[in-house]
């Protein structure tokens, strides 16, 4: 059984930084895309928005509204993709949580850790 399990979250001031790391466990088949959604609560039904993915060959994609703040990065080895935040901004505020994608055929979600960036 695949678990995904996010950490990093925490109360930071605008400008401030954080790092999310997120470490799979289980029978991983390859390849497979990792992702970072945030959700903000009462926001269109809790909806999940993108916010950045890298693939197994280490391609990136950003949500317009973190692109040069943002940086998603992955360790093969470790199964643990990151989310390197500068610049925050108090938008950015949400719980944010990690997928794991296999071929599009199977989804896996983490629990989700939480960041609030405070004005």
């Known amino acids: 059984q695949v678990q995904l399990v996010e950490s990093g979250g925490g109360v930071v001031q605008a400008g401030g930084s954080l790092r999310l790391s997120c470490a799979a466990s289980?029978?991983?088949?390859?390849?497979?895309?990792l992702f970072w959604y945030r959700q903000v609560p009462g926001k269109q039904g809790n909806q999940r928005d993108f916010v950045a993915a890298i693939t197994s060959g280490g391609i990136t994609r950003y949500a317009d509204g973190v692109l040069d703040r943002f940086t998603i990065s992955r360790d093969i080895v470790k199964n643990t993709v990151y989310l390197q935040m500068n610049s925050l901004k108090p938008e950015d505020t949400g719980v944010y949580f990690c997928?794991?994608?296999?071929?599009?055929?199977?989804?896996?979600w983490g629990q989700g850790t939480q960041v609030t960036v405070s004005s």
């Open positions: 289980g029978r991983i088949d390859n390849p497979n895309d």
């Open positions: 997928k794991l994608d296999v071929r599009g055929v199977y989804i896996y």
